[in-house]
C-alpha cells in the first residue's frame, strides 16, 4: 500500500499536496484499490469556488460510482483532463499521472485539519 509520507489525506480517502495556496487533490492507492477498475471521472466544478466537503466530481469504475469531496474549501482551476480519455491514470498511477483536480485554497488554516501519512495508515488498518 502506497501512502505517501510528503501528503495529507481525509477521512474520504482523498490525498492532498499543498504548493502555495494550491492544493492537487486525488484519491488514495487505497481507495482506487477499493474502486477497482475505474472507467471515468467527472468534474463539472471547474472554475467553480466550493466549500470544503462539498461534492466536486464524480469517479466511476466497473461496479460503482463514488462522489468526489473537496477536502478543503476554494475554487477548482484545472482538471487534469489526460483522464478523459485515459481514467485507467487513477488505477495505474494515483498521485502522479492520475491526479484530478487543483484548488486556490480560500482558507488555508484548514490544512490543519487533514491527516498526515500515519494517520490516515491507523483509519484504514494499514
Known sequence: MNIPAELKYTKDHEWIKIDGDIATIGITDFAQGELGDIVFVEVETLDETL??????????????????FLPLSGEIIEFNETLEDEPENVNSDPYGEGWMIKL???????????????????????
Not at 51 to 68: I, M
Request: aromatic share 4%.
Open 51 to 68: 466549500d470544503r466537503d462539498e461534492v466536486f466530481g464524480t469517479v466511476e469504475a466497473v461496479k460503482t460510482v463514488s462522489d468526489l
Open 104 to 126: 486556490k485554497m480560500t482558507d488555508e488554516s484548514q490544512v490543519d485539519d487533514l491527516l498526515d501519512a500515519q494517520a490516515y495508515k491507523e483509519i484504514i488498518g494499514s
